[in-house]
């Protein structure tokens, strides 16, 4: 409830995207994309994923990423 509470949300947003960011703070160690981040190539594209990752205030110089 206090990251609901903190949250800034657009009082016009819809029902699905409410979801997708309720979904994206209940759902932790997963990185996951929606069909608006892709890129105009769509999945079959091969631009670099660029992944930043802060742990216990450091940062993570490496991250396995698995496609499952």
Not at 13 to 36: P, R
């Amino acid at each position: 409830m206090k990251i609901l509470s903190e949250a800034h949300v657009a009082h016009d947003i819809s029902v699905e995207k409410f979801g997708g960011i309720i979904n994206n703070i209940t759902t932790s160690n997963y990185l996951t994309f929606t069909d608006d981040e892709l890129p105009i190539e769509g999945k079959r594209h091969n631009k670099a994923l660029h992944v930043s990752i802060k742990c216990a205030n450091h940062m993570v110089a490496r991250v396995l990423v698995v496609n499952v």
